[in-house]
């Protein structure tokens, strides 16, 4: 659906109303329709992007908020990591090569680790500041050790969707392009917006059942996100790769010589 079905006829049949200039004007449709979508996604975490910022040398923290003005939260179980290219040849800083680390840690295990050389960072952290994000490295990088090395910061986030403002808008877009697998979940954004219109006739009964339909749809989203089969539970340390490498496998006495 788009913009205009949503916060017309669909909403008309809500509300058992096509009032457009009393209780239920336009402009309070449209607005129940925005603050309905930005609700389920900061619910369910349902438009996750990966954003990029390139790394400048000896820059070890980056505003995230002004990297991405669309940002809400990191993406859960994906982490950062730092794209290296020079010329044909890629490599990648991740895992537990870039772990995370928080500043208290990182203030308890080396003081003074801000003054750090710049080199190749080994932990990534968040910090927040008068309202702002920062994502930060340890060390600083130090992308121009090398010549023609190029460092990019590869970050999975939550992002906002693009407010609808134009009838044909379809809701769930990032930068224009819409998430398409959130379609069947369009019609929850017109009962939580009926549930926040409702109460303009004193009808608070009705808000109620809205609201309780709306919360059927996050139930249903968050039953289909869910991974199939058991949860798994992994180790930090991956001993199969260990003991693939000969220098770290251990002596097996059973065997001769």
């Known amino acids: 659906m788009i913009f205009t079905d949503l916060y017309g006829t669909q909403l008309d049949i809500e509300l058992g109303s096509a009032d457009r200039t009393q209780l239920f004007t336009t402009a309070r449709r449209k607005k129940a329709i925005n603050d309905a979508m930005h609700n389920f996604e900061r619910i369910t975490s349902c438009t996750p992007v990966q954003g990029t910022i390139a790394v400048v040398d000896n820059v070890a923290e980056y505003d995230l908020l002004l990297a991405f003005p669309n ?58 500041d008068s309202g702002h994000t920062y994502v930060g490295l340890d060390p600083a990088p130090n992308p121009a050790a090398v010549s023609g090395d190029v460092w990019t910061l590869y970050v ?70 869910r991974k199939d089969g058991p949860n798994q539970i992994t180790q930090r340390r991956n001993y199969l790769r260990d003991a693939r490498d000969s220098n770290s496998r251990a002596v097996d006495w059973r065997r001769f010589p």
């Open 156 to 225: 999975p986030y939550l992002a906002a969707s693009d407010d609808l403002v134009n009838d044909g808008d379809s809701p769930f877009s990032i930068n224009g392009v819409p998430f398409a697998v959130l379609a069947p979940y369009h019609q929850a954004l017109v009962h939580y917006a009926a549930g926040l219109l409702e109460p303009l006739r004193k009808n608070y009964s009705g808000a109620q059942r809205q609201m309780s339909l709306y919360a059927g749809y996050i139930a249903q989203y968050e039953t289909k996100k």
């Open 71 to 128: 940002y809400i939260s990191l993406q859960d179980q994906r982490e950062p990591a730092i794209k290296i290219v020079n010329g044909s040849n890629t490599r990648w800083i991740e895992g537990e090569n870039l772990a995370r680390r928080t500043p208290t840690w990182l203030d308890r295990e080396d003081p003074g680790w801000q003054a750090d050389p710049k080199g190749t960072p080994s932990f990534w952290y968040l910090r927040n």
